[in-house]
Nanobody, 120 residues
Framework: VQLQACGGGLVQAGGSLRLTCANS????????VGWFRQAPDKEREFVAV????????YYADSVQGRFTISRDNAKNTGYLQMNSLKPEDTAVYYC??????????????WGQGTLVTVSS
């Protein structure tokens, strides 16, 4: 699994962005896909995870109701739709493939990260 995250950018508070996690490997559908983020001077934190089939999802409390995680196994791609963005959502966002979990340690493959900046 080789992942690449993209779709970040600068957006005003209340706006939306959709992040994409593209996989160039052949076993994408075998893994859960997770999104994590890391703000300056803070530890990496869990955002959302989706299981291999897309039937189960789990979100951090801070994004529940605003973010939606999805995947298209036919396209080897995962997505994170982010609505009602807040300045505190500003961070580098990473996608990862691994087990269905909220722990970064459960994910063995990581993309390079994409920066999301939300202005107030």
């Amino acid at each position: 699994v080789q992942l690449q995250a993209c779709g970040g950018g600068l957006v005003q508070a209340g706006g939306s962005l959709r992040l994409t996690c593209a996989n160039s490997g052949r076993t994408f559908s075998a893994y859960a896909v997770g999104w994590f983020r890391q703000a300056p001077d803070k530890e990496r934190e869990f955002v959302a995870v989706i299981n291999w089939s897309g039937s189960n999802t789990y979100y951090a409390d801070s994004v529940q109701g605003r973010f939606t995680i999805s995947r298209d196994n036919a396209k080897n791609t995962g997505y994170l739709q982010m609505n009602s963005l807040k300045p505190e959502d500003t961070a580098v966002y990473y996608c990862a493939a691994g087990a269905y979990s909220s722990s970064p340690a459960s994910f063995g493959s990581w993309g390079q990260g994409t920066l999301v900046t939300v202005s107030s």
